[in-house]
Structures are given as structure tokens and as C-alpha cells.
């Protein structure tokens, strides 16, 4: 007889997270996302913001994941500033998420202060630019993800929309091995569409039926991780 033994394979995901203006409202229902882009702050300050929900779930999820062997974390926000920059360096460089990285995470959330649009093709895009440097240098072994949140539309690039559906996603999953999550977070009900193209394209397609139509309404679309009904940011969190 012979015994064989299975090692686990590393992962490493770089999340790649919404930080515009549109982050400071309250989560529909309390505010509209079209109330939210007339006024880009609470209606409700007794209630959470939408990045306060965020910041709630990912400290969770990541006090899950942390508990996991061989798993490595990164954050790179957008936009940089309070219109429309973007780049491909993290705020936070994808290390293995030990308590100290973990520390690291969560203290850097709490510097965020939602501001500017919504670039979050260039972000995605410099994001694999990033981590194809990172490959070339031998420093990610194992598995690879990207995970986008966002909480709606492009809204600095429209025009480059089509370049990251059609070429840059497909090619992060195709030449790279890089997979590519997709979460709406809640006010990202009009960018289903979108958000479900990019989940499709990068290879984490919720079924093969899903509905991912370029052509369609912009608010249909279920091939991403539609968090937009969440109750609570425990309930997001947990999904």
C-alpha cells in the first residue's frame, strides 16, 4: 500500500474595495441610491452607513478566514482620492493573514473616509497589473482571487467598461489564474448587470444558467454575490 497526503493549496485574495462618497448613506431602504447621489451622507445618523456595514462584514469574514490555514490577504481601495484616481499598489500588500496582518487590516479601516466616484474599472484592471508583477516575482504561490465590492455603476470610465468585461477579466482567468468575486453590496441594485458580467467573465459564475445580459436591464443580473437584501451587516458578513 501507499499513503498519500494532500497539502492545501494557498490562497491569495486581494479584495479590492468601493470607498466613494456614495459609501457614507444609508443602505436602501432607509436611503435611496438616488436619494444618495443628490446627498452623499446619512438621512439617518442613528443608523449604519453603508461602509460601516462593510467595514462590520469584512472584519467578520476575515476573523473567519484567519482561522484557516495558508490563506493570504490584500485591500486596495477606490478611488484615492476624492474624485477619481486609482492605482494598483494595496493599501495593504497581500500577506499571509496572520494576527498581525489581520490587526493591520482592521486598523486601516478605520482610517476610511468614504469620498469621490466610482472608478472601479481602473481600480480592477490595475489590481491584475499589480498582480501580475507579483507573479513575475515568484510571491504568490497557489491560488489567486481578486473580490470586488462595490456598492453601484462606474461612474469615472464608462468607456472602459466593455475593455474590462470582454479582455481584462477573461484574460486575469484565462493567462493568469486569477478568479475574479464579485459582491454587490447594498445600493448596487442598478449594477447587477455589470457586476454579473464581471463575476461570468472572471470565472465564479453563481450557475451556469445565470443571468449575466450586456444588453439587458442594468438591474438584472444574478451571477455575482448579490448582497442588496441584507438585513444586518452580521447577515452580510455571514453570506
Not at 501507499?2 to 448613506?25: E, H, Q
Not at 494598483?88 to 500577506?95: C, K, L, R, S, Y
Not at 451556469?208 to 458578513?237: E, I, M, R, W, Y
Amino acid at each position: 500500500s501507499d499513503k498519500v497526503t494532500g497539502d492545501r493549496v494557498p490562497a491569495n485574495m486581494l479584495f479590492v474595495i468601493d470607498r466613494s462618497g456614495s459609501m457614507n448613506c444609508n443602505p436602501p431602504p432607509t436611503q435611496t441610491s438616488s436619494q444618495c447621489e443628490g446627498s452623499p451622507q446619512k438621512q439617518n445618523g442613528a443608523l449604519n452607513s453603508k461602509w460601516e456595514d462593510t467595514r462590520i462584514a469584512m472584519e467578520a469574514a476575515l476573523d473567519q478566514l484567519q482561522a484557516q490555514p495558508n490563506i493570504a490577504v490584500g485591500v486596495n481601495m477606490f478611488p484615492r482620492d476624492s474624485l477619481c484616481s486609482v492605482t494598483g499598489t494595496p493599501n495593504i500588500q497581500v500577506n499571509p493573514l496572520d494576527p498581525t496582518q489581520l490587526s493591520g487590516i482592521k486598523a486601516f479601516f478605520g482610517t476610511v473616509d468614504p469620498a469621490g466616484r466610482t472608478p472601479l474599472a481602473g481600480a480592477t484592471i490595475l489590481s491584475y497589473n499589480h498582480l501580475l508583477g507579483q507573479l513575475r516575482a515568484g510571491n504568490l504561490k497557489g491560488n489567486k482571487f481578486v473580490v470586488l465590492i462595490t456598492d453601484g455603476f462606474e461612474t469615472c470610465a464608462p468607456s472602459e467598461l466593455g475593455k474590462l468585461v470582454n479582455t481584462d477579466v477573461p484574460n486575469a482567468f484565462d493567462q493568469l489564474n486569477i478568479r475574479t468575486f464579485v459582491i454587490g453590496a447594498p445600493g448596487s441594485e442598478g449594477a447587477r448587470s455589470l457586476l454579473s458580467q464581471v463575476a461570468k467573465a472572471g470565472g465564479t459564475a453563481s450557475s451556469a444558467g445565470c443571468v449575466a445580459d450586456p444588453g439587458g436591464n442594468a438591474d438584472v443580473g444574478d451571477c455575482h454575490f448579490d448582497l442588496t437584501n441584507v438585513s444586518s451587516p452580521q447577515d452580510f458578513a455571514n453570506q
